[in-house]
């Protein structure tokens, strides 16, 4: 007999009448999560060639205008780099989706296409997607996290830790350092190698990229200068860094996200429950490639990113998940920590009070 999903926040009632979904972890619930998604999985041509144009182009154009006025006012190529950005933004995503086989049909173009993409933004196309297909398989679940993750720790973890490992997790997790030295980081440096135990595609993704990023430094230096390459691309890579870290933040770090230990977790509920939609304005909704239906995009990463607000506008228990506006994502700065016993994220001070109700020691 077929029962209605039910999530704590989540109020699919009409009057007297509730809409019956089978339930997620059933075999009957498997197959009507999958027929409702899967109309939407099917990807355009013409509408990827479309979104290749609208963003590939503004963004190399942006990049001549921005050395045009490196001898006016710096001050204005400043400017120019923040647009620039958005458009860097939304050619990760044409990258991401590129990774995840769902822009194109085929699968040549998907890799062709994500190797350009990918030296546009610094990232090797395999060793990435190869990685963020992990994060995928165990986002949310507690005993594999990891891969691809924000670093986070329970309340018992963190209060096991060292002194020097407290600092060390709370610098981590301080805005500043998470959304300004981490992004530069994982752009310029992490990426440009390879660690122990990787497959030979992850070395080969690895070294391409990194041969491709050397041939445009090269082509630069011998054109317009390395000085003026540096004076227009950092500043891009700083702004687009920051806003696509943040972006991946809080579409998991919120107050009543859901994780779970791996017996407990199910793929459905991490979608539907540990993945926000974002709801973004119009035009910044745009610029990130609608990533804000992020509940749709762990539902099935198979939706290219331009189908996703029509299959969230498809079923009423896509529309009735935990919505996070742009003011009010701002909370989320404050979660550090996964309380396991209320099952939410909760911040530094609530240590604290959870310290100040133990018992005393004799």
Known sequence: MSSCYVRPLIDLKKGNDCKVIPSTESKDGRQYWRKVVAKYEAPSLARSLRQIANTIIPYFALLCVMYLTLDVSYWITLGLAIPAAGFLIRNFVIFHDCGHGSFFKSRKANRILGFFAGVLTFMPSYYWSHQHAKHHATAGDLDHRGDGDVWTLTVQEYLALSRWKRIWYRTYRNPFFLFGVVPLYFFLVYYRYWRPGDNTRVRWSTMRTNAALLGIVSAVSLTIGIQAYLMIQLPIIIVAGSAGVWLFYVQHQFE???????????????????SSFYKLPRILQWFTGNIGFHHLHHLSPRIPNYNLQKCHESHPMFQAVQHITLWSSLKSLGYRLWDEEHKKLVGFSYVSVYLAKQPMRS
């Open 256 to 274: 009543n996200t859901y994780w779970e230990r791996n017996q407990e977790w199910s793929y459905v509920r991490h979608a539907l429950e540990g």
